[in-house]
């Protein structure tokens, strides 16, 4: 393949070359191809135009299409903390605050929960037709998009990643292909070096969106540490958020982060029910981007402060009953 001749020049592609590159090893590369791909890619570097097309390859293999008026709140992953599952128990918050959350996400891979997993103990469907899931947004404003089941693409890479022992192009697209390719994003990354990369993204896709990167290395906004924060929207600015600065206690690694399951669980339900103050403001901070890119808050401080009001009020906990059909409590 020419294009991959390209990247192995350490050439770059643009947003086209490397969308038509992405569907051709999608519909008929070999693994060899794919291996060489991720390889390459790897040894060269990526441009937003390149992430970009790559992305919208993949998006457009998916199940469904587009659903309009969505914001989601995802991460990389592979930050290695054992946190709570903060972007779910945020995302439920703020569909509870009335915000359209359309959630893209797996089982876990390197964490004790992944966003599948809270949600399979909600007794979530996850199998849902594109009607279903709109409809499920329209009465709980909530929709989760399981990514294997909505997209194969990233399946066919399994063989050649297997090859492989470094994080590939394929872990950086994890957070961008949400098939419902929601409006407006707050995306985590473990990797400060791919800050710049997902705001050229949001800026390429005009939209709007927040990249947060934690200096402990969380891909969320860090209870504990300071978090770099870029937003996007018609225009970049970056801004530093620092807990203390909100009125954030002091607090250890080992009130957010259980490396036990059902210890992972059970906190992230007190923090969203208010029953964990420290869980609670962890949560409370991850919403608080999505506040702001929907005018609901003028700052990070703001949402922050009204994320937790919410939570006090018990609007997580009436918004987790919703989702889950009735259930008071992860099963």
């Not at 993949?58 to 469904?64: D, G, P, T, Y």
């Amino acid at each position: 393949m020419y294009d991959i001749e390209l990247l192995i020049d350490r050439r770059d592609l643009n947003e086209q070359h490397a969308f038509d590159l992405m569907k051709t090893l999608i519909s008929s590369g070999t693994d060899l191809e794919k291996t060489v791909f991720l390889l390459a890619v790897h040894m060269k570097g990526m441009t937003g135009q390149e992430l970009t097309g790559y992305a919208n390859a993949v998006r457009s293999e998916a199940k469904i299409g587009k659903i309009p008026d969505t914001t989601d709140i995802v991460g990389t992953g592979g930050d290695g903390m054992k946190t709570v599952n903060v972007s779910t128990a945020a995302s439920i918050l703020c569909a509870g605050m009335g915000i359209r959350m359309a959630k893209h996400g797996n089982h876990a891979i390197t964490s004790p929960q992944g966003s599948a997993d809270i949600l399979a103990r909600m007794n979530y469907k996850f199998e849902k037709s594109q009607e279903e899931l709109e409809a499920h947004l329209k009465e709980t404003k909530f929709a989760f998009m399981l990514a294997p089941y909505y997209n194969e693409a990233f399946a066919k890479f399994f063989p050649a990643r297997k090859m492989l022992t470094f994080r590939t192009v394929m872990n950086y697209m994890g957070p961008i292909t949400n098939p419902a390719d929601p409006e407006k994003l707050v995306i985590g990354t473990s990797d400060d070096a791919s800050c710049d990369l997902y705001a050229d993204y949001l800026t390429i896709r005009r939209k709007k969106g927040l990249i947060v990167h934690a200096e402990d290395g969380m891909d969320e906004i860090s209870p504990i540490s300071a978090t770099r924060v870029i937003i996007v929207d018609n225009g970049r600015k970056e801004l530093t958020v620092n807990p203390g600065e909100l009125g954030i206690e002091p607090m250890s690694y080992n009130r957010v982060s259980f490396e036990n399951p059902d210890t992972n669980r059970k906190k992230l339900q007190e923090g969203l029910f208010g029953q964990d103050d420290c869980v609670a403001s962890f949560i409370a901070l991850n919403a608080s981007p999505v506040l702001v890119i929907n005018g609901a808050a003028s700052s990070i401080d703001e949402g922050y402060r009204l994320a937790m009001k919410e939570i006090r009020k018990g609007t997580g906990k009436r918004s987790f009953k919703r989702i889950s059909g009735g259930m008071d409590r992860i099963a």
